[in-house]
């Protein structure tokens, strides 16, 4: 019988917020993780604290990733991004690359590259997306653009996979403790990185017969700013 100690999660993102969260949890379980970020010293201290991980330093938007998947992937978690603020009017042609290429593209490549592997593993692939992947943000436009296509790329991918037994889910958190989020609020009142990071957990565990297609995961209290 397979046990945990034998599957292995890709995870992006991992130096910081949720990416981390989700690196450190898997770790604890039991998973080899390999944990990508361009901060390598911040992945050094991960997998200091965390035994398990393996750091992985990588800018997702040089493509592709020649040497990032492993050979067995039995998780792939995209929590890597950007918040770009602007609106259609303030933003640049180069804003719009910048944000769709690590938001989105980096998720599509990297998922590409290891079905193969996600495929022969039967594994589930997470993209950690954003309440403005689901609700307009007008102050955010270019944002909200990303986390929607976003949401069409796991669509589309969980249709394309279904007969491959590859499972795909979309993770919807709203206001979350990160560096990511600047609004001016409370910050008490957010939702913990550790609190998103256990819902993927879910994902990725949930039993073989069936796949956590879309989670939301909001504050107890709505937050606007």
Avoid: C
Avoid at 85 to 100: I, K, M
Avoid at 104 to 126: C, I, N, S, W, Y
Avoid at 177 to 206: H, M, Y
């Amino acid at each position: 019988m397979e046990t945990a100690v034998s599957r292995t999660a890709l995870v992006t993102g991992a130096s910081s917020g949720i990416g981390r969260e989700v690196a450190r949890q898997l770790a604890e379980l039991g998973w080899r993780v390999i944990a990508v970020a361009r901060n390598e010293q911040r992945l050094q201290d991960l997998a200091a604290e965390a035994p398990g991980v393996e750091p992985a330093t990588a800018d997702l938007t040089r493509f592709p990733y020649p040497d990032l998947i492993p050979e067995r992937v039995d998780a792939l978690v995209h929590a890597a991004g950007i918040v770009p603020v602007g609106t259609v009017e303030e933003a640049t042609h180069e804003d719009w690359t910048s944000a769709f290429s690590l938001n989105v593209t980096a998720g599509a490549e990297l998922v590409r590259q290891a079905l193969p592997q996600l495929r022969r593993d039967r594994g589930t692939v997470v993209f950690v997306n954003s309440g403005a992947g689901v609700t307009p943000l007008p102050r955010n436009t270019l944002y909200g653009a990303t986390k929607h296509a976003l949401r069409a790329l796991a669509n589309g991918l969980r249709k394309d996979e279904e007969n491959h037994g590859v499972r795909v889910t979309s993770v919807f958190p709203g206001p979350t403790d990160t560096p990511l989020f600047t609004g001016d609020v409370d910050r008490s009142e957010l939702i913990q990185p550790a609190t998103v990071a256990r819902a993927i957990i879910t994902a990725i565990t949930a039993s073989d017969d069936t796949q956590l297609t879309e989670i939301q995961v909001r504050p107890r209290r709505e937050i606007s700013w």
